[in-house]
């Protein structure tokens, strides 16, 4: 008999809580992360109002320093905490399988100078079309638009480029390349960066469209990933027969493994919230665990280092969180979390290396508070413990802790 019947996990793409200990190995820009916090600098430089998650107990999460505009609550609705990496890695899929129970040894390739000349004429020679070699290397997923997209609009060349992460992002006009043909391309790719020297974690597609001057791009994105390299927390609820139900890029990141139900690509955070709420109120989603993810922090703005639209979409899911709350049964979990920080104010355009907050509510809960301090990859060791099934590699359950 599970604790809780449901349970609902909600990564905030980016939202850490500030510099993890070991944050000073880690750099942006050339730039220690020691100094790093996101929601810290964002609440400090342009005021932070997020009433509902402070009311789960957001303002009492121990740091050195409190939220500046996030109070502490006397009285809060839930529990509340914040975790630590363990993995060696700072990106989405890092975050995302520790959070599933995985310990990452061994971080994925990454090309700071760009991908060599072996890669790219593999590419050329399948799609029968050239790379721009001078967008080859860490660059703004926008700029680089805004920089090659003119050029590629006349010759049809594709815009390779990457990041601090270790992905193999691939932008293309969709009036110049066709969405599909540019999956393809992407997904021979992904079949050439399956093992060192050149083991990435994502190929993403970046479809875009507009005129030069005024490029945007669309929610035709697609993320291939690998697998997993052990079974995570998904892969035993799949196994055990429960619902496991995927919101955003939450599939693509697991490359599908352990998902059986899979909501969709969300166009926005909004839209994901709506998919989310979709799944909590369909009558077939009696029992299990649904994984969502929210990228629009990270990807509209963390890296793109804008606070104040950093700010306004904490703004925005904070508005919609008692929509979520109303979907809950009473014997349903609600889990808020992130995977990785990305500080708006700090140096470079990446991710940074700080804790993630952890936020829990039920309507069932007797008791509220701080849970202890732990690491990522307790929240999946909470989940197996509730639904009896084995943990993955790390973490430690603290399900009873949750009264």
Same mark, same amino acid.
């Given at each position: ?16 809580i ?12 050339g ?16 005021g932070?109002?997020?009433p509902?998650m ?11 320093q409190?939220? +500046? ?19 060696l ?37 399948f799609s029968?079309? +050239?790379v721009?070699r ?12 805004d ?14 480029y ?36 050149a083991?990435?974690g994502?190929?993403?597609t ?18 291939l ?6 079974p995570?927390v998904?892969? +035993? ?6 619902d496991?139900?995927?919101?955003g ?18 166009k ?6 709506d ?11 009696k029992?299990g ?6 990228v ?13 639209g ?18 809950m ?40 508070g701080?849970?202890p ?9 909470t ?6 099934v ?14």
């Open positions: 008999m599970s604790k809780f019947n449901r349970m609902h996990l909600i990564v905030l793409d980016s939202v850490g500030g510099a993890a200990p070991d944050a000073n190995n880690f750099v942006n820009a730039v220690p992360d020691g100094a790093s916090d996101t929601l810290g600098h964002i609440s400090k430089t342009v932070l109002n997020v509902n402070a009311k789960l107990g957001l303002g009492n999460i121990p740091r050195e409190p939220l +500046k505009t996030v109070p502490a609550e006397s009285n809060p609705t839930g529990y509340a905490t914040k975790l630590e990496e363990v993995s890695g700072k990106d989405t899929m890092t975050g995302h399988w520790e959070i599933m129970g995985l310990n990452i040894t061994e971080p994925f390739d990454t090309f700071w100078n760009g991908f060599p000349e072996e890669i790219l004429t593999q590419i050329e020679e029968g079309r +050239k721009i001078e967008a080859n290397k860490p660059y703004s997923g926008t700029a680089v638009i920089d090659f997209g003119p050029r590629q609009m006349e010759t049809g060349e594709l815009i390779i990457t990041s601090a992460d270790p992905v193999l992002q691939i932008a293309a006009h969709e009036d110049i390349i066709p969405v599909e043909e540019l999956y393809r391309i992407c997904e021979f790719a992904r079949s050439i960066t399956l093992e060192r020297p083991l990435l994502r190929i993403i970046r479809p875009y469209v507009g005129e030069p001057g005024n490029f945007t791009r669309t929610s035709n994105r697609r993320d990933a690998i697998s997993p390299f052990a995570t998904l892969d +035993k609820l799949n196994e055990a027969g429960i496991t139900y995927s919101v890029k939450i599939s693509d990141i697991f490359n599908g493994e352990g998902i059986n139900h899979d909501m969709g690509h969300n926005s955070n909004n839209h994901g919230v998919n989310l709420i979709k799944a909590m109120t369909s009558e077939d989603f029992h665990f649904s994984f969502t993810n929210l629009d922090f990270d990807a509209l703005y963390g890296h793109r280092r804008n606070p104040q950093y700010r306004d979409c904490l703004h925005e899911f904070d508005e919609r969180l008692p929509e979520i709350i109303a979907a049964k009473e014997d349903d979990l609600l889990m808020i979390t992130a995977d990785h920080g990305n500080d708006p104010t700090y140096a470079g355009t990446d991710h940074t290396r700080e804790y993630i907050p952890f936020l829990a509510y039920s309507p069932s809960f007797k008791c509220s701080l849970i301090v732990g690491h990522f990859a307790d929240i999946s060791a989940i197996a413990d509730n639904f009896g084995e943990k993955a590699m790390i973490g430690e359950s603290f399900l009873d802790k949750l009264v």
